[in-house]
């Protein structure tokens, strides 16, 4: 099975600048933003009034990837990612291709999935990109050539209990202040830094528990990160469903 992907529109949206642009859609109340099809798909979206909600799949061709969530991607195109992104991921390709009418429903799409992660085609298909934006597609098959922080730093669970509650664009800023996103159009991304989280909401720690490892190059922006980071978390001693 081949699967490829073709361009037809262009997102738009005011922010020109990292800063004040919010990390989730939650955060970006009243901000519109427009999408611009291509003159031959805008027959497609007739009646389109009718749907509650759309899917867009995009690229984002004016950023840089981090290498820990690159590695994360190619992980689980081999068939060992985490299991919740798995699932996501086999949900969301599932019903592109029932959209598409590749499959005509969601158990024959899991299956064509599946079977592109066990025979390899889909991180063949990944190496494609890779080479074709002049990357090195060779890291897509060894990742220890991504690029790698010098420093990698637990960071532990101030006290016991379950996870109520993580601010995700306080990890984000997190990783921001790490060199991991630009505060400026002029900011230069250090793509080895970031963060791997070990535990999600609802999860029971103990104190002094892992609760995700950062990856830095520079110990005063370690210090700060890790500092703000301590402080997006909160704790209960009760169960969180």
């Keep these: 099975m081949k699967i490829e992907f073709e361009i037809i529109g262009t997102i738009h949206s005011p922010f020109k600048e990292l800063e004040g642009m919010p990390i989730q859609p939650t955060g970006a109340k009243g901000i519109e933003g427009k999408i611009c099809l291509k003159d031959e798909f805008k027959p497609g979206i007739k009646d389109i009034d009718g749907f509650s909600h759309l899917i867009l799949i995009y690229h984002l061709h004016k950023t840089n990837g981090n290498a820990l969530e690159v590695k994360e991607a190619i992980d ?4 060992n990612g985490p299991k919740d992104f798995v699932e996501l991921c086999m949900t969301l390709g ?3 291709l029932i959209a598409g009418g590749k499959a005509k429903d969601a158990n024959e799409a899991y299956e064509m999935l599946q079977k592109v992660i066990e025979n390899g085609e889909a991180l063949d298909k990944l190496a494609e990109f890779v080479e074709a934006q002049g990357g090195d597609k060779n890291a897509v098959y060894d990742t220890d050539l991504l690029p790698a922080a010098v420093i990698i730093e637990p ?3 101030p006290k016991e209990g379950y996870i109520k509650h993580i601010k995700c664009d306080e990890i984000g800023i997190c990783s921001l202040i790490l060199g991991g996103g630009r505060e400026t159009k002029e ?5 080895s830094v970031g963060i791997i989280l070990t535990n999600k909401v609802g999860d029971y ?9 950062i ?3 520079d110990n005063d922006k370690l210090c700060t990160a890790k500092e703000r980071f301590i402080k997006a978390y909160s704790f209960s001693d009760d169960l969180v469903v």
Excluded: F, P, R, W
């Excluded at 689980?76 to 068939?79: A, E, Q, R, V, Y």
């Excluded at 900011?187 to 793509?191: G, M, R, T, Y």
């Design 76 to 79: 689980t195109l081999k068939g």
């Design 155 to 157: 960071v532990y669970s």
């Design 187 to 191: 900011s230069e991304i250090d793509l």
């Design 215 to 217: 990856h830095a190059n």
């Design 205 to 213: 720690v103990k104190e002094g528990d892992v609760l995700a490892y």
């Design 94 to 96: 599932s019903q592109m």
